[in-house]
């Protein structure tokens, strides 16, 4: 139906498949909530996603803390030498928060998108990659470049350089680009080489790994062998790796 355009019946569809989760299943229950809350924004109905946007939020925090007291009680029983079940940990608030943010963005409501960002990472403050990543797309769009060169950097940091930071460095990249610097910084340079396991090399379409020894932008090498060349399913010839976005 969502394909179709049908987004009124898709919405009833989503509905009766949250009916078969409980609110206190641990993880189950957002997807049709998400699914629910994209439809209702395409058919422009925006105050009935938001209310439900901030239900599901509400849902995901009062269930992440009923899962961190039984967890600690489960603990306890442990130490004391009892039995105990260890409950299914459930969804994070954070993650619930980073999804209602990009589902609002790509529908073109960066206000309200913002609403959940920030939530997610206040849920949790040394996490909220993604959301950082939102924070930092919302920054360059209004042409705030050092929020967004700040967001993108917590994105790359409180994600670890892992798998899930690779759509920041564009915005970082951008971000600096847009303002007037050259390059990425030091800092970003010294932690990948540290991470050592993989350094992007960005195109108009994406971005890819690069192997072997390459040059950096401010001039200085990566050892050879750092990292290893990524194909995509569509092999491209390969480019510079002073390649801009």
Not at 42 to 71: G, H, N, P
């Amino acid at each position: 139906e969502v394909k179709r355009g049908r987004f009124s019946e898709a919405i009833e569809y989503y509905r009766r498949a949250s009916s078969h989760f409980a609110a206190d299943d641990p993880r189950d229950w957002f997807r049709p909530r998400l699914g629910e809350i994209i439809c209702l924004i395409k058919a422009v109905r925006a105050q009935e996603a938001l209310d439900r946007s901030r239900d599901a939020w509400k849902i995901a925090e009062r269930e992440y803390a009923r899962f961190d007291r039984l967890k600690k009680e489960a603990e306890r029983k442990i130490r004391r030498g009892d039995s105990a079940e260890i409950p299914r940990r459930p969804i994070r608030p954070s993650v619930v928060g980073s999804k209602l943010g990009q589902a609002f963005l790509q529908e073109g409501e960066p206000d309200v998108a913002l609403e959940f960002f920030r939530n997610a990472i206040e849920g949790n403050p040394r996490g909220g990659c993604r959301a950082r990543q939102g924070l930092a797309t919302i920054a360059l769009r209004v042409g705030d470049f050092s929020e967004a060169e700040k967001r993108a950097v917590e994105a790359l940091e409180v994600g670890k350089y892992q798998a899930k930071t690779v759509s920041a460095w564009p915005l970082l990249i951008e971000a600096r680009q847009r303002s007037g610097k050259r390059g990425l910084g030091r800092k970003q340079i010294a932690a990948v080489r540290k991470v050592g396991n993989g350094v992007v090399i960005f195109r108009t379409n994406g971005c890819r790994f690069a192997s072997g020894s390459r040059r950096c932008w401010d001039g200085s090498s990566f050892p050879r062998k750092t990292v290893r060349w990524m194909p995509t399913r569509l092999e491209r010839p390969r480019l510079p790796w002073v390649a801009s976005p």
